[in-house]
């Protein structure tokens, strides 16, 4: 509880009349102004001291009184990492919450991450207006485009910021991303500049801390469920056959657990938090070797983090600094077929990674809510003068939490709590496939 530290940055006192149009009463069938007294216990099952304000998150929402003036502000967008569904629909709720509800009319999109904040990048700054932003959240992808690294150039990224004489910054990125704008926030600070700098969490893998869902989650796991759904077709229908599907899932297995789930085909769920062997009588190939001796078919799926330590040992690290991980997907298929290359029946493999086609999808409409819901509640945060924090929803309402808290840990499926009990019910698959 000592680590625990929800209290929110803020650049001064709010004192502007907020342009946002909202009603003081309750009962008066008008959306109300959110207190800056109204919190959210960040563990429901373990009431926090109301009197430490370290321990109770903010809810998130417009306030009566804003910090910055509009007719002042210049706020920017930029998108980092990998791609993930719903990417538009954020970029285009900020831009609309800026300009049609505070009337703010100079915001820039940084093309191509951080990277493109760097001094003289190859590729400008581009203008963006609600015209510019209208149709995007119907595309996949982001039309300010992506990059990884580059975050941790700080200092280069705040003298961008003030050569732009930008106040308000959106980063909509993941851990990497959020980090680099934690480091913004605190140097622009440092040198007594009125930046805010907000964050939108995006991380397809949903492995960000205190952020109960990132957006385009649930859309990846409608369309791993169609990858999944493809290849137990392949191998229902085929001699001894063993569909194998790769998902995302770096640290976190979380797709591939839902999918499952959602499904109701797999059999076997591998994941990066719960280690496996191939080999041994309680291993993977001796399991998949009886479920096909028993049903003539079995469903793999595999998160990409999973079963690295199976693997060559990487050394080689990505720009945005994780190590590059070794293809399971892969492996498991070569290792498949090479132990049933004696067996009289075969083996028939159909082996389908689908993790680019999802990626680069438009949001679902729950996640299109979502993201929208995101962005709306970014700007409000940013007008009041709040920085380095993001939005986050936590047990279903939207709030804000500092990106220390954020970045501090991984979110990451715990096996022996209830998701990976019911996924282990739903496969059958052993409690634990590791010989003694």
């Known amino acids: 509880m000592e680590e625990m530290d929800f209290r929110i940055r803020k650049l001064g006192e709010a004192r502007i009349a907020s342009p946002v149009s909202l009603s003081r009463q309750v009962g008066d069938f008008q959306a109300n102004y959110v207190c800056d ?75 191509y991450g951080y990277r493109g904040m760097q001094p003289d990048p190859p590729f400008g700054a581009i203008a963006l207006t609600p015209e510019d932003v209208d149709k995007i959240h119907r595309m996949g992808g ?34 990497g991303t959020q980090r680099g704008a934690l480091s913004i926030a605190l140097e622009a600070l440092n040198r007594g500049l009125d930046l805010a700098v907000v964050g939108v969490p995006k991380t397809i893998d949903n492995d960000l801390s205190f952020v109960e869902k990132s957006f385009g989650f649930e859309t990846a796991v409608a369309k791993a469920v169609e990858a999944v759904t493809g290849a137990h077709v392949e191998a229902h229908d085929a001699i001894r056959g063993v569909g194998l599907v790769k998902v995302m899932g770096r640290q976190s297995g979380f797709i591939a657990a839902h999918a499952a789930l959602a499904s109701n085909e797999a059999n076997f769920v591998l994941v990066p938090e719960v280690p496996f062997e191939l080999d041994g009588d309680n291993g993977l190939l001796a399991h998949l070797d009886r479920r096909l001796e028993a049903r003539n078919h079995a469903l793999i799926v595999v998160a990409e983090g999973a079963g690295q330590d199976l693997l060559e040992r990487q050394t080689a690290m990505d720009p945005s600094g994780n190590i590059r991980l070794g293809d399971i997907g892969l492996f498991l298929k070569d290792r498949i077929e090479a ?4 067996h009289p029946g075969g083996v028939n493999v159909k082996y389908i990674d689908p993790s680019y086609i999802i990626r680069s999808l438009p949001a679902d409409p729950s996640d299109s809510i979502y993201c929208a819901r995101l962005g709306t509640n970014a700007v409000h945060a940013a007008m009041t003068g709040r920085t380095g924090m993001l939005i986050s929803q936590m047990y279903g309402q939207l709030v804000h939490v500092p990106i220390e808290m954020a970045v501090s840990r991984r979110n990451a499926i715990d096996p022996d709590g209830a998701l990976w009990r019911d996924v282990v019910e739903s496969t059958g698959q052993p409690k634990l496939m590791v010989n003694d």
């Open 37 to 111: 007294d109204e919190r959210i216990a960040y563990q429901v099952d373990t009431p926090a001291d109301r009197s430490d304000p370290r321990l109770w998150l903010e809810r998130a929402g417009p306030r009566e009184k804003i910090y910055f003036d509009p007719a002042t502000v210049h706020a920017a967008v930029v998108t980092c990492g990998g791609l993930c569904p719903g990417l538009n629909t954020v970029i285009r709720a900020i831009v609309m919450g800026l300009w049609y509800r505070y009337g703010v009319r100079r915001i820039t999109g940084f093309r």
């Open 339 to 342: 132990h049933f290359a004696r």
């Open 142 to 175: 982001t039309i300010l485009g992506s990059s990884r690294g580059y975050g941790d150039r700080t200092a280069q990224i705040v003298d961008t910021l003030q050569r732009h004489k930008v106040n308000l910054l959106f980063t909509i990125g993941g851990d």
